[in-house]
């Protein structure tokens, strides 16, 4: 239950609360604004602003005093023909303000992306509240074998709901201790910026954050991605869907360009151009490592 | 004349096209919207977006659900706090993005500014314009005897006509040579992004320039300063009283703490408490060189 | 116990391999290297690398082709000069990489300056070590009454026992459960990227630091002040012994404009010039809050 | 002539003033400290000061207590897994400073490059040398006929001749009338910071530029490329060169990963595996447009 009746409500005010403006207006995005999109158990993804659209783009690459769009399939070729040759400076003319309920371990993840501004709920000031972040039994996998980075098969029995057990009660041990430490009543009080230490790293915490459609862009390609951990992806993965509803030619050419592209080393084009001679090319005749081959085999499947 | 007919017309065009939103609207800054303010000779700062008002400010540092706001005088109150403590993420949250043309030599100041976007108009792919910056006569000044860095008195009689005269004619021979060299009449012609180094840094340019609240007002600070050279203080000035009528409590409070206000050094602070004691301070006795104690003495007066 | 005998003798091993440089050596900064400096009872800070000392500040603001230093007493007034008149870029030519053990919690607050390099320890790819911080009896400070966001007196008795109880109890416990989960003894053990969320904000994480001098400073300023959260400003109080050593004249000029100075708003300037003409200035009759009253008073005295 | 005797002296001096250091020391990059390599006609490129080296880039990556390699072969592979996964932190932990002189053109360009440090020569404060970039014969093109924003065949004869005869011309008129306005001989003389806009963009600057290794192979993988401009190009691979002294196998990888690799959208990938299938794939039942065909052909080629 990411929110309560009486934020429902100012959500729902909000939403009836309509003004005309002279602004670039997006009619995708305006049908997502304030609304919370629900994110694992406890957690959402809500747009709180937004500025541009595809046009903007457009209007930027060229510098234009109206409103610097031509043809709609003019303005698509142009998207695709920046998003082809790295031009990052049109697409962070365009701005997102989201409001973000995610865990602790996510946040910590989330915040390695630099180049956004955010302001979150202060634990020093304030008290959280009492929601932390238990897996489905689906996600509750076991370390990779292949991989140290990564998930292997889903736990099963025993082991699963041994595991359940000690986050569910380690988490509200904690908390007990958490509120029992900052009662003022009949004590002091121990201060919330030191409180807040025992609470573990699945502890929701909330923030605005506020970034432009290039370093947003480049979020997506990391954090969509199938490498990503679970619990980041399906946070890039609801963003994913907002994008395509606010900025539909560049996020298509992103979808094309980025997440379903991939990145040839020279090594990797030289095979690809003996394979199309005909030879045959092997891991061993490649020049490629192991790890390099088995993903270069993976683009080409 | 910074825009011609068709320009002025497909301003009015987008004027007059108001949509419905449900974002924040800031009527200061709708009245703004797409008007060019004309700044020196042929320059001119536009508004072409921007995002959040003051309301923006208190939602972001509260991590609201809904508007965010409490009373007027709350907010105020709030944004003076901010400012007081130099909390600089909630005034991020906040973001403009203007259109200016600018003579060569103020946008190379102007873009030492780095945290913020920037498209500016092609001289590889594009044909500059003949515009050229040229100072008013009160705009003429000699070098400062006691600044390196500054201006002395205004230029009169023979001199500021012979230096007229040379900033004129000089910018109009590299012109017509620019143009003698691209023209495609009869030769090759020379390639754009070549023939552009015969152009003066008096020459006009223009770009997109998205920055946030913050970093617009540390720009506002070093850039609408006394010490400032004037061709970029008039753009400052332009930008404050756009400032000032989007969020006018962080405006307010910019003012007081920041274009008012004045750091003093330990020394200086140790300075004025003798003085309030009573002693008699001179630069000799108070531990400052004589350029700190003629700021300080400034700072007082 | 930060370090294990081996790590110590790998650093003993780095400070006895001296090479030829032809760069810039700042003695100060020699005798740091690779020494752990400790902090709290499992932290501490590292200086890795740096480049750049007092001279090099003075040889970038020239743009010196040779060393670009004159007289010792010359570089120390430009660089004062630098200081006070906010030139932030010669500063940044200086650069520190620091290795830094902290617990969550800070490194939380710390990540919050952005312009610097972060490679932080893996917990997706590695299991942390048992190490907990627990604070001494005196920093065991109830919340403040009169700040929410601020420490009170500290805590007694048994209120007091209970807290250090309930600290190290949970820690123990979510660390044994953390070992319990990720184990493969008899099962497939849990991903470590999911078991980490288990353990709580008092675990230690460490990582590689590297930032500029000037951001470096302002970090110092915003985390070695009062109101900075105590954990944090016991690292920046380290840290800041370094800087001492590293950049002397660079650092005496933070000090005395900086840490020392303080920021008068126009409001508090005028109060000054009216206490200096010998008026009765009042919170009240001074235009001022009661809380910016407060802090007027705080920097007089 | 980029270098008077006098400065030539300063750098040997600082050649021979060899001092020890704990360090990390790469022997290919002391090889070239403080040298000058030239340029274009007047400018250069020199190395000032570094920080790390291939080992660095494991250490940090490693979060290593110690040197933190490991062999050098596991080194290098660390280095390629790092580069092909675009982990980009481990490889900000190196930092160079440059001395750069460069025409004002080639300037404007650079910049852009956002994240990096920069201390330019003051032409408010100081007063600019008579040196101007005139283009060798066989850098003197033509505008492309089929891209807009590029050169085409090498001009000749008279249009040749003439083009640099203006440049030529030009330059030294508003360099005489630079020197006229700012000259305190009988006249007050024009502040330097109104004079310089006489001057045209070939005029050489220079400036203190430091950047972080990742930044700096972004910079080098957009600037070395076959679409940046000529004058642009020939720095990047002066620094191409220096960056394979120092940092060999980070820029081995980067040559594989980056400089000879290629970005192959879904499209592309898919018509790939058609034609590896033995299909005929033409660009029009490809789904490509025939720019993206153009550039995809280029890649196979």
């Known amino acids: 239950m990411p929110l309560t009746p009486e934020q429902e409500a100012e959500i ?26 629900q994110v694992l158990d406890h957690g959402f993804v ?24 031509k043809s709609v399939q003019n303005d698509e070729g142009l998207i695709r023909y920046l998003m082809r040759h790295w031009h990052s400076t049109p697409f962070e003319m365009c701005e997102v303000k989201l409001h973000v309920k995610l865990p602790v371990f996510v946040a910590r993840q989330w915040i390695r992306h630099r180049t956004a ?49 000690y986050l569910r009660d380690d988490a509200m041990t904690a908390y007990d201790h958490y509120e029992a430490m900052i009662s003022q009543d009949g004590q002091q009080g121990l201060a919330r910026e030191l409180a807040r230490m025992n609470l573990p790293a699945n502890i929701y915490t909330q923030w605005y954050w506020k970034v432009d459609l290039h370093n947003l862009l480049h979020f997506l390609r990391l954090r969509a991605d199938a490498h990503a951990q679970y619990e980041i992806r399906v946070y890039a993965d609801a963003i994913c869907a907002i994008v395509a ?15 379903g592209g991939a990145v040839l080393s020279a090594t990797a084009l030289e095979a690809v151009r003996r394979m199309l001679k005909g030879e ?3 891991q ?18």
């Open 284 to 301: 061993e005749n490649s020049g490629m490592s192991k790890g390099e081959w088995r993903e270069f085999m993976a683009a080409l499947k």
């Open 117 to 165: 501004n955010v302001n979150e709920y202060s634990a020093r000031y304030s008290i959280l509240d009492r929601e932390f972040y238990i897996p489905q039994a689906d996600a509750l996998a076991a370390q990779s074998v292949v991989n140290n980075q990564g998930r292997g098969e889903v736990l099963q029995g025993e082991e699963a709901a041994r595991v359940l057990r």
């Open 46 to 69: 809500r747009v709180i602003d937004y500025m541009g659209d595809d046009a903007a783009i457009c209007q930027a690459a060229r510098v234009s005093y109206g409103k610097g769009t």
């Open 245 to 259: 509803d606010w900025v539909p030619f560049a996020y298509k050419a992103f979808e094309d360009y980025r997440l």
């Open 12 to 37: 729902s005010a909000l939403r009836t609360t309509s003004q005309p403006t002279l602004r670039a207006v997006s009619e995708g995005m305006e049908a997502h604004l304030y609304k919370a999109h």
């Open 280 to 282: 045959e090319v092997t």
